[in-house]
């Protein structure tokens, strides 16, 4: 069943048009990985599809009701949740104030909450207290996510959530997504990195604003355009 469906997309900011006639499907379940250079529109894709910002055309439906035009609080009330790359937390916060901030549009059962999240971010568990300025980056990263579970979406978008993360966690904040999906949420994940590709059960490829590739992720690691773009022309281990 489809979840989301992105029917010839275009957006931008003021004048400067960013993405042209973007076409992008998820089935329920899946995990789905969007890649593409620094400046291919991967962000403004998420914006656009979250509510954060407004479509200058094409279509945007999630679980067949048409949301084209639908604000951020609309989206989450529809069971989408969004995870930006910058911006993500509220430094001055606590950990736990941090968690509530995504509990506006609930009732009843946080507790239970979040214990989900500390199940998939232990670490977490400890840190309830601690304003989350104080925390490492990937500790930061695990509050973001762990605010967009909240909800308990059946949609999560997830922009660059290894951006900036020393590369020892760059695999656990991956393997964090694949638990998350696992666990039932069917997850859209944007990054310039292959390994977010690997990851998915299909993918997407953005360049400049359009969707130039889309298929299984191992037709897409075989692609001439891929592999030019992460090994050089040469097929990756």
């Known amino acids: 069943m489809s979840l989301l469906s992105v029917n010839n997309l275009s957006a931008g900011y003021g004048e400067v048009d960013v993405l042209h006639g973007v076409l992008l499907n998820i089935e329920e379940g899946e995990l789905v990985s969007t890649i593409g250079p620094n400046g291919a529109g991967k962000s403004t894709l998420l ?30 009330r529809m069971g989408m949740s969004y995870v930006p790359q910058d911006d993500n937390i509220f430094p001055s916060l606590t950990v736990r104030e ?18 989900e999240i500390c199940n998939i971010f232990p670490q977490l568990r400890e840190r309830m207290g ?24 059946k949609l999560l978008l997830l922009d660059e959530p290894t951006a900036g993360l020393q590369p020892s966690l760059v695999n656990m904040m991956l393997n964090k997504v694949e638990e998350i999906n696992e666990r039932g949420v069917t997850v859209l994940l944007v990054a310039q990195t292959i390994d977010a590709l690997r990851l998915a059960n299909r993918g997407y490829l953005l360049s400049a604003g359009e969707m130039i590739l889309s298929g299984e992720t191992e037709e897409l690691l075989e692609t001439e355009r891929v592999r030019d773009l992460y090994f050089g022309g040469q097929q990756g281990e």
């Open 47 to 76: 914006r656009s599809i979250s509510g954060v910002l407004t479509p200058e055309g094409g279509k945007l439906k999630l679980d067949e009701t048409d949301i084209t035009g639908f604000n951020p609080e609309d989206t989450i």
């Open 98 to 115: 941090n968690l509530e901030m995504g509990a506006f549009t609930l009732e009843g059962d946080f507790e239970d909450r979040i214990d």
């Open 130 to 153: 601690q304003k989350a300025g104080t925390m490492s980056g990937g500790q930061q990263q695990m509050v973001a996510v762990g605010r967009g579970l909240l909800i308990r979406p």
